[in-house]
């Protein structure tokens, strides 16, 4: 089980890597530009709804972006506390960007 942390938009070769390496039990933290992925409809979005990973979006960053009203239902937003709680949740942890 491993925490990825994607911080690059969908258009990356970071998250065609991300998505390729997903797992089910591993965990996926959008962040930066990486909430760009959380877009309901988006080619993106189905990719991560397929990865069988559970999905979270650090919610300042998707607050920043303006992006509030069009992230995917499926995403779990999380604070800076969220994001803490994940790591120590996820010992093994991986960033892309």
Known sequence: ?????LNTSPSSP???????????????????????AAIKGTRACIELNNS???????????????LQNRIDDTLTPVDYEGFVALTERFPKQQAWY
Not at 1 to 5: Q, S
Not at 53 to 58: F, G, I, N, S
């Open 1 to 5: 089980m491993i925490l990825h942390t």
């Open 14 to 36: 970071a998250f065609a890597d991300c998505i390729r390496l997903l797992r089910k039990g591993d965990a996926l933290l959008l962040l930066g530009d990486g909430v760009y």
């Open 52 to 66: 069988g990973a559970e999905l979270y979006l650090l919610q300042p960053d998707t607050a920043a972006a303006g």
